[in-house]
């Protein structure tokens, strides 16, 4: 079993930036992915970026690129999500997830594990 555990949310104006910050531990794969989805009140779950086990690949929704920006610390199992320039339409919960992958993917179903969920809200 993998634990995720997030961290990171809250309330900001729109403009405004959140970095988000997700730590995995237990079982954990020597090839992995990690990702970020979000969930807003009567919406699907969406997908908004993802990295690989390095680093060194990322992938992002089109709705958030140029804006949010995920990192993996040196630390393998932790990844971030900088959230710059935020807009009322990425209040949600956000999501992050685990999966055994080399490189990252966007649907839910790639993913093993997920946390609980961290509140991001902004307002206008």
């Known amino acids: 079993q993998v634990q995720l555990v997030e961290s990171g949310g809250g309330l900001v104006q729109a403009g405004g930036s959140l970095r988000l910050s997700c730590v995995a531990s237990?079982?954990?794969?020597?090839?992995?992915?990690m990702g970020w989805f979000r969930q807003a009140p009567g919406k699907e779950r969406e997908f908004v970026a993802a990295?690989?086990?390095?680093?060194?690949?990322?992938y992002y929704a089109d709705s958030v690129k140029g804006r949010f920006t995920i990192s993996r610390a040196s630390a393998k199992n932790t990844v971030y999500l900088q959230m710059n320039s935020l807009k009322p339409e990425d209040t949600a919960v956000y999501y992050c997830?685990?999966?055994?992958?080399?490189?990252?993917?966007?649907?839910?179903?790639?993913?093993?594990?997920w946390g609980q969920g961290t509140q991001v809200t902004v307002s206008s």
């Open positions: 990295i690989n086990w390095s680093g060194g690949v990322t």
């Open positions: 237990g079982r954990t794969f020597s090839i992995y992915a």
């Open positions: 997830a685990y999966g055994r992958s080399v490189v990252p993917k966007g649907e839910s179903t790639d993913y093993d594990y």
